[in-house]
């Protein structure tokens, strides 16, 4: 099982290295997913299949354009999900160890983030 979910996260990984526009939020969703539990329940540490999600959202996002528009990408889905945590959600990249130049928020202003 944990090898099919690493998989999955290289593969995401590598369709969003090709050309084109900016990332994508099914891909922004798909390496959050395995969070979810961590930013619901507020403390505590993430499991490793999600700090492996949260990596890959940093290969995905190394352009400005990218990093935009995978904020606006968390902050809908976030504004979907009422029980999040946003303790747990702004100190998820530091649990896992990775350095994000994405806030993790449903409040964030996308726009400032360079």
């Known amino acids: 099982m944990k090898g ?5 996260l290289v593969m995401v990984a590598l369709l969003a290295a090709m050309p084109g526009e900016a990332v994508d939020c099914r891909l922004v969703d798909t390496s959050l997913a395995f969070c979810i539990p961590f930013l ?3 403390g505590g540490f993430p499991s490793p299949t999600c700090c ?3 990596r890959n959202l940093q290969v995905l996002t190394l352009t400005t354009e990218d990093r935009r528009a995978a904020c606006e990408c968390i902050k809908t889905v976030g504004a979907l999900i009422p029980f999040i945590n946003e303790d747990s959600a ?8 990775v350095e994000l130049n994405i806030p993790i928020s449903k409040t964030a202003d996308c726009q400032s983030i360079n």
């Open 52 to 54: 492996l999600g949260v």
């Open 90 to 97: 702004s100190s998820l990249p530091q649990k896992c160890g």
């Open 4 to 8: 099919s979910v690493i998989l999955g």
């Open 40 to 42: 619901a329940r507020g």
